[in-house]
């Protein structure tokens, strides 16, 4: 049972690349998000999808773009990479409003 | 607008000792409540939540958690620490009249436990 897979565990970009986070759970849940975590801010909202082709953003969005086109998955594209976006990444899944949410390991960013 | 506190960046408690982590909760309607705990390196693991009914919820490892409406207060309790708790806490919560097409679930800053043999 692989529950919430994310890749890559760590990734360094340089200022003004792009690149994809990818998020797969295999739980057929319908709810699906990104957080960023930081030291000492707890984790922030990105963007979330309540099903497939329904996305809407989080707290802090600027600078990232997602789509829903399965169920199953859910990637968040960073256009041009900027050192604020340092960060480690969740991805994170639910059956519903109301169920507790699954996350995946996480994915540690550096922009240099 | 909600909004998660969690007043203490760091709780030390002795092996055995009684731990209490704390988290008091802002939403405009009723909330939905969560505990959840994350390992160095590792994702956040779903401990407990508080949906509705009793007021004291049981979760995993032996934790638990009362409700308190008045108080808005969402307490992590667990009778006897062990040195494996040591871990970060993070309390969430989500507005129940939010709706199906919102999934705002906004998280506190994480208290750090520490169990010391």
């Known amino acids: 049972n692989a529950g919430v897979t994310q890749t890559p565990k760590f990734q360094v970009l340089k200022t003004g690349q792009s690149m994809t986070l990818q998020c797969a759970q295999d739980?057929?849940?319908?709810?699906m998000s990104w957080y960023r975590q930081d030291p000492g801010m707890g984790l922030r909202l990105i963007h979330y999808?309540?099903?497939?082709?329904?996305?809407d953003q989080g707290e802090v969005p600027n600078g990232y773009n997602v789509s829903r086109s399965t169920t199953e998955d859910f990637p968040l594209r960073l256009l041009s990479a900027a050192p604020s976006q340092t960060s480690v990444y969740f991805c994170?899944?639910?059956?519903?409003?109301?169920?507790?949410?699954?996350f995946g390991q996480g994915t540690r960013l550096t922009v240099v | 607008a909600q909004s998660v506190a969690q007043p203490e960046d760091q709780v030390n408690v002795a092996e055995g000792n009684p731990l209490t982590v704390k988290c008091t909760y802002s939403?405009?309607?009723?909330?939905?409540l969560f505990w959840y705990v994350q390992y160095p390196n590792r994702g956040l693991q779903f401990l407990l939540k508080?949906?509705?009914?009793?007021?004291l919820v049981k979760g995993s490892y032996g934790f638990e958690a009362e409700f308190n409406k008045s108080q808005t207060s969402f307490h992590l309790k667990k009778p006897s620490a062990l040195v494996s708790d040591s871990a970060l806490y993070f309390c969430?919560?989500?507005?129940?009249?939010?709706?199906?097409?919102?999934?705002?679930?906004?998280f506190g800053k994480g208290t750090k436990l520490s169990v010391i043999p």
């Open positions: 739980m057929n849940h319908e709810y």
């Open positions: 999808s309540v099903g497939a082709g329904i996305t």
């Open positions: 508080y949906i509705t009914g009793d007021n």
């Open positions: 939403v405009s309607g009723n909330p939905y």
């Open positions: 994170a899944s639910s059956r519903g409003v109301f169920t507790e949410a699954f």
């Open positions: 969430a919560v989500r507005d129940k009249e939010s709706g199906a097409g919102s999934y705002q679930l906004t």
